[in-house]
């Protein structure tokens, strides 16, 4: 199985950016796609982005696509989640995931694809 662990989260004013970070062990990093979810207070887990294997292809919500970029550096193992021009609404707990049974250029966008998950990492954003 793969652990993942989030980092870079935080307390921030609307418009500024942020970026997060996922550290992934336990298993050929370069093999899975990843992907961010987000749950925001009273609400369900939604998607947010996803990258496949060697990060050719990338996939977005609508609502965070032109704001938010996600990569990957297979070399270091870790996904980031680039966001810019924070809303608001973008407040929410962020999760990593991988699907670890994904095919090369997958950028699975449903929730149950994903089998290992992170423990989340918090975003305020403040008008």
């Known amino acids: 199985q793969v652990q993942l662990v989030e980092s870079g989260g935080g307390l921030v004013q609307t418009g500024v950016s942020l970026r997060l970070s996922c550290a992934a062990s336990?298993?050929?990093?370069?093999?899975?796609?990843m992907g961010w979810f987000r749950r925001a207070s009273g609400k369900e887990r939604e998607f947010v982005a996803a990258?496949?294997?060697?990060?050719?292809?990338?996939h977005y919500a609508d609502s965070v696509r032109g704001r938010f970029t996600i990569s990957r550096d297979n070399a270091k193992s870790t996904v980031y989640l680039q966001m810019n021009r924070l809303k608001p609404e973008d407040t929410a707990v962020y999760f990593c995931?991988?699907?670890?049974?994904?095919?090369?250029?997958?950028?699975?966008?449903?929730?149950?694809?994903?089998?290992?998950w992170g423990q989340g990492t918090q975003v305020t954003v403040s008008s």
């Open positions: 990258i496949s294997w060697a990060g050719r292809n990338k």
């Open positions: 995931a991988a699907d670890v049974n994904s095919v090369s250029g997958a950028v699975p966008e449903i929730r149950g694809a994903y089998d290992c």
């Open positions: 336990g298993r050929t990093f370069s093999s899975y796609a």
